[in-house]
């Protein structure tokens, strides 16, 4: 049957000249080349570049054959060991019932603004599939712009500012920290001051903390603290725990938004129905921590503070703004010192520098543009993750001070990573 004739004009407006995903098509386009044999250094993807934990890895294995639909909202173990993560983590105690688990964070965001009726109130710059999700569903979009004066960070001052426009609007705000794409986190006061506005406005609060445990000093701090009744916890597995492909994500609510956690079930329900069930089983593991995991986390940090520091400082003394990173494994570039030098090479906004970067050096960032930044600013996010992170945590695993990360580790264990900073300086200054 010939379909060549078949009407295309069925296709939801909503996703009519949407593009995929930039971080998923730099990562296509940077392996394609490689295969091509081009030099690239990928710092385009925000994957964890350490392994998954060996006593995870075994517990997925132990369960390779679990076959059988789970629950829609999670396996009960499961449910459990995340309701007992929080309370050891964060010092907040929620009921197994309060925990729903997905195929990814991702999966559960956009189910949330499917079921729940209001805007998306985000920061500029956000991680790039907030806004698209809140699109394809047909829901308003509301940027704050933030300021690199504050880390490029939300504050209370401006979330007050736009909710006074229309006093008890239904919103959902998501706070995504340590933030990708900037590398930086919010003080305890800063937290207390948005959860006061929250809560006088009855917000929701989606707490995307998928980088919580990356907090380099590992001391990150949870806004449900100090707003519990109006706050979604958002984690998972994929960057903690480096299995990003496992595809498993988890919301956690606070009793009184039992309706919205039921809600978003039944819609699961008849979408992905279950999550994977081995991959559920060897979840149990991770978030249960102990001394293994806990070492496995420590060197992590130690690692990304110290390689992010280092670049962060590299880049600074060539003339590219840049927050020293507090967490996760970002960097969010600003080339404004440039912007008279660059303009002469006809560059005169963050897709045509992050363009002409590639073809240039085979160093893959992406374009500020996509974090909801002005086209005309010329930002950019680097992702410091391109180095062999299984060679890498086999040394830190035997050692034991975090001084021993030194220049000398990160030129044996992240050379991908420093040649690409070298070669952006040179760029630039050229």
């Known amino acids: 049957m010939n379909n060549s004739n078949l009407p295309d004009v069925n296709l939801n407006l909503n996703v009519r000249g949407l593009p995929q995903s930039a971080t998923l098509v730099i990562n296509e ?47 009960r173990k499961l449910q459990d060991v995340v309701a007992e993560y929080h309370c050891r983590k964060d010092g907040i105690c929620y009921s197994p019932d309060d925990v729903l688990v997905g195929p990814g964070s991702k999966e559960l965001m956009f189910l949330l ?135 498993l994500g988890t919301f956690t609510f606070p009793e009184s938004l039992r309706w919205l956690l039921d809600a978003i079930a039944v819609m699961a329900s008849e979408t992905f129905t279950s999550t994977s069930a081995p991959i559920q089983y060897a979840a149990v593991r991770a978030f249960q921590g102990g001394d293994d995991i806990e070492n496995y986390l420590w060197r992590s940090r130690w690692i990304l503070d110290k390689l992010g520091n280092k670049i962060a400082e590299q880049l600074q003394e060539a003339g590219i703004d840049t927050p020293k990173p507090e967490g996760a494994f970002y960097l969010f570039l600003d080339f404004c010192n440039f912007k008279k030098k660059l303009k002469k090479k006809n560059i005169v906004d963050s897709t045509t520098l992050c363009s002409r970067l590639f073809e240039e050096t085979g160093v893959a960032i992406l374009p500020g543009k996509v974090f909801g930044m002005k086209l005309e600013e010329l930002t950019a996010r680097l992702a410091y993750v391109d180095f062999d992170g299984v060679a890498a945590m086999e040394a830190a695993l035997k050692i034991n001070s975090k001084n021993k990360i030194d220049d000398a580790f990160l030129q044996n264990y992240c050379p991908n990573v420093l040649t690409a900073i070298s070669l952006i300086r040179n760029w630039v200054n050229n």
């Open 29 to 75: 386009k940077s392996d394609e080349l490689r295969r091509q044999g081009r030099m690239v250094c990928k710092l385009g993807l925000g994957q964890s570049p350490f392994p998954v934990p060996n006593s995870v890895v075994e517990e997925l294995k132990i369960n390779a054959h679990q076959k059988n639909y789970l629950p829609v909202k999670g396996l």
């Open 113 to 247: 603004q499917y079921v729940y009726y209001g805007d998306l109130v985000i920061q500029t710059p956000s991680w790039v599939s907030y806004s698209p999700q809140a699109q394809i569903i047909g829901r308003q979009v509301r940027w704050l712009c933030t300021s690199k004066n504050n880390n490029w960070l939300l504050t209370s001052e401006e979330l007050e500012a736009h909710c006074k426009i229309d006093y008890l609007k239904p919103r959902i705000v998501i706070l995504n920290y340590p933030s990708n794409p900037v590398g930086v986190t919010y003080t305890e006061d800063q937290l207390k001051k948005i959860a006061e506005v929250a809560r006088r406005h009855k917000l929701i609060i989606l707490s995307d903390e998928i980088y919580g445990e990356l907090h380099h000093k590992g001391k990150h701090i949870s806004i449900a603290k100090y707003y519990n009744e109006g706050t979604i916890i958002s984690s998972g597995l994929s960057k903690w725990c480096g299995a990003g492909g496992w595809r």
